[in-house]
């Protein structure tokens, strides 16, 4: 009898160290904010919300903390470098799918996936002595809003592109099928067909891969120049929030360290705005 | 209405041709471009005494010896740390909770956030939690400790996909068995989803090695070699990125580091792909 019961109460214990663990899995985000919250908060205090947007200039020592040059800097790279990365990943997983011979697909496939792990202090690397001194060559000073945009969109393109083949693979095969019979040709039926098929996991990759350019920091930080100004230009020196705060941490003291506590809130921020999107996004699917 | 087919299309038809070819081409190019200037510039420079001298003159001389020891150990701490908690954490998620369960569904969120927070803000976490509030200071300990938070999400989604993987034909023979569902998943279910499992180990580790923001902060600078977990650690990346905007006339070393790292996460990946296929292969069925 009692081998009956036994094994339940084992599994009872049993079950609740693993809820244990995944409490403290969870948990941690909690942490992340808490901590996060705590050391902002003699910034928030002494400074207020809304000098980081409205003070004259970033200098911490001076007791000025406008952020908003760094704001620009992280939008501005971000955004160029998911309108490039998204085009060029979608058609890099059409490819696979669609164009590429069987051999040559599966060899893609793997660069991708190699690409997806090279580390971003590598591509960083990269950067500053291959693509800066390139890019300084046609027009000084070479660090720039457009050494950061090359970099980053290399850096995101296997996000979209692995996102974007595996929601191609979700097409169910009778679209296809029933596209092949009605005598449409390839591209119109990726058009058509493929492309609103695969719209929710396509636009979840656009979101993973605008957070991953959010929060890049080394690569970015490599080859942008880190002038505290915005941007006017593509060849503009620039610098981003992460950037900033990968910077400056290592000296920052008093309100200084709660302000760039204040900037790491802030990415935290736009993040959490992320994975909500993404979630709208997979919870008002239509297809498949 | 044919006619119009016929001489419209194909021009659509060879252009998206183009167009996608050229997009695959490019990607291709690029990579060739960095992977074979880091390959052509790190070649002449790595050697055996390179692998395991110190680090001499800020590291433009010398070698990586400490280095590789320091990030052995931190991936060591994290691993040990994050693997327990996050097999534990994708079993009760995928075998243990209901797909209703208000835990379940907070965790998970939780989870989905974690895995998007950018590599500095963990940097920032580690940095005020673990080396100032938990006093472990710059540490080998408290940079992989932030690791772990890091690589949390990563492991138990790819746990939990191997446990769902797994035929539910399993759970239910086991239970008419009457086996406990402890016997059950050590037995049965935690063998058959090890594939899951070395992907997200795998994928963890890959994203261990090649962290550079998070450590700066936790287990900072320092390119001694180790005597405790307590001592700050250089990792590699970190000795990469030190080299080339720190340390002018660094890049020949640079560049040797980083065809070190590039070539461990090859290997790492070409390993998982090996024993990926190996394991699909051993797989229970019923003979």
Redo the contacts between chains.
């Keep these: 009898m009692s081998c009956?019961l036994?094994?339940?109460n084992?599994?009872r214990i049993?079950?609740w160290?693993?809820?244990?663990?995944?409490?403290?899995?969870?948990?941690?985000?909690?942490?992340?904010v808490v901590?996060?919250l705590?050391?902002a908060l003699p910034a928030l205090r002494h400074v207020g919300i809304l000098r980081f947007f409205t003070d004259p200039s970033w200098h911490p020592a001076e007791g000025f903390y406008n952020l908003t040059p760094m704001l620009w800097g992280t939008l501005f790279v971000m955004t160029g470098s998911v309108l490039i990365a998204t085009?060029?990943g979608i058609?890099?997983a059409?490819?696979c799918h669609?164009?590429?011979p069987r051999d040559v697909a599966r060899l893609?496939r793997r660069?991708?996936?190699?690409?997806a792990?090279?580390?971003?202090?590598?591509?960083?690397?990269?950067g500053?002595?291959?693509l800066v001194p390139f890019i300084g060559a046609i027009r000084p000073p070479g660090p720039s809003l457009l050494a950061g945009i090359v970099i980053l969109t290399?850096m995101i393109?296997p996000t979209i592109?692995l996102m974007a083949d595996a929601s191609l693979a979700n097409v169910p095969q009778q679209y296809l099928r029933g596209a092949a019979a009605l005598g449409l040709?390839?591209?119109?039926t990726?058009?058509g067909i493929v492309f609103p098929a695969a719209k929710s996991g396509l636009f979840t990759g656009v979101i993973?891969e605008t957070?991953r350019a959010?929060?890049?920091?080394?690569a970015i930080?490599?080859v942008c120049g880190n002038v505290v100004q915005t941007p006017h230009g593509l060849f503009d020196p620039m610098r981003t929030l992460?950037s900033n705060?990968?910077l400056e941490?290592?000296y920052a003291l008093g309100d200084h360290r709660a302000a760039?506590?204040v900037s790491?809130l802030l990415?935290?921020a736009m993040?959490?705005a992320?994975?909500i999107a993404?979630?709208w996004i997979s919870r008002g699917r239509i297809y498949g | 209405m044919a006619e119009s087919v016929g001489r419209n299309?194909?021009r659509?038809?060879w252009?998206?041709?183009a167009?996608?070819?050229s997009?695959?081409a490019?990607?291709?190019v690029?990579?060739c471009?960095?992977?074979g200037?880091?390959l052509w510039q790190g070649l002449s420079h790595i050697s055996w005494t390179f692998l395991t001298a110190p680090p001499r003159n800020a590291g433009r001389e010398g070698g990586i010896g400490p280095i590789l020891v320091s990030t052995g150990l931190i991936l060591g701490v994290c691993l040990s740390v994050s693997l327990?908690?996050?097999i534990?954490?994708a079993?009760?998620?995928s075998e243990?909770t209901a797909d209703d369960s208000v835990?379940g569904g907070?965790?998970r969120?939780?989870?989905?956030?974690?895995s998007?927070?950018?590599?500095?803000?963990?940097?920032?976490?580690g940095?005020?939690?673990f080396s100032k509030?938990l006093g472990l200071g710059f540490s080998i300990l408290s940079g992989g400790l932030t690791l772990a938070?890091m690589v949390?999400?990563i492991l138990?989604r790819a746990t939990e996909e191997g446990f769902r993987a797994v035929p539910q034909d399993y759970r239910l023979s086991a239970a008419a068995l009457?086996?406990?569902?402890?016997?059950t998943l050590f037995h049965l279910l935690l063998p058959a989803a090890v594939p899951g499992l070395l992907v997200g180990l795998v994928l963890g580790v890959?994203r261990a090695?090649?962290?550079?923001?998070a450590l700066?902060?936790t287990s900072g600078y320092v390119d001694r070699m180790p005597a405790s977990l307590m001592d700050s650690g250089r990792a590699l990346?970190?000795h990469?990125?030190d080299l080339?905007?720190n340390v002018s006339g660094g890049?020949a070393n640079?560049?040797a580091s980083?065809l070190v790292?590039?070539a461990a996460?090859?290997m790492i990946?070409s390993a998982s792909d090996w024993a990926m296929d190996h394991w699909l292969q051993r797989r229970i069925v019923f003979a």
Excluded at chain 2, 116 to 125: C, D, E
């Design positions: 009956i036994f094994p339940f084992r599994d049993f079950i160290v693993l809820r244990g663990f995944a409490a403290i899995a969870g948990a941690i985000v909690v942490l992340i901590f996060l705590l050391e085009p060029l058609l890099s059409v490819f669609f164009y590429a893609y660069l991708i996936g190699l690409l792990g090279i580390p971003s202090v590598v591509y960083g690397f990269w500053l002595v291959a290399i393109l592109a040709p390839r591209w119109a990726i058009r993973l957070g959010i929060g890049e920091t080394m930080l490599m992460t705060i990968a941490m290592a760039l506590f790491g990415l935290m993040i959490v992320l994975v993404a979630e | 299309h194909p659509s038809e252009l998206a041709r167009m996608v070819w997009a695959a490019l990607v291709t690029t990579f471009c960095i992977l200037n880091i327990p908690i996050g534990g954490a079993v009760l998620l243990f835990f907070l965790t969120r939780s989870l989905d956030v974690l998007g927070v950018p590599s500095i803000v963990f940097g920032l976490f940095n005020a939690f509030t938070c949390l999400p138990i009457g086996l406990s569902r402890t016997t890959g090695i090649a962290e550079t923001a700066i902060f990346s970190i990469i990125f080339s905007m890049d640079a560049y980083a790292l590039v996460l090859l990946n």
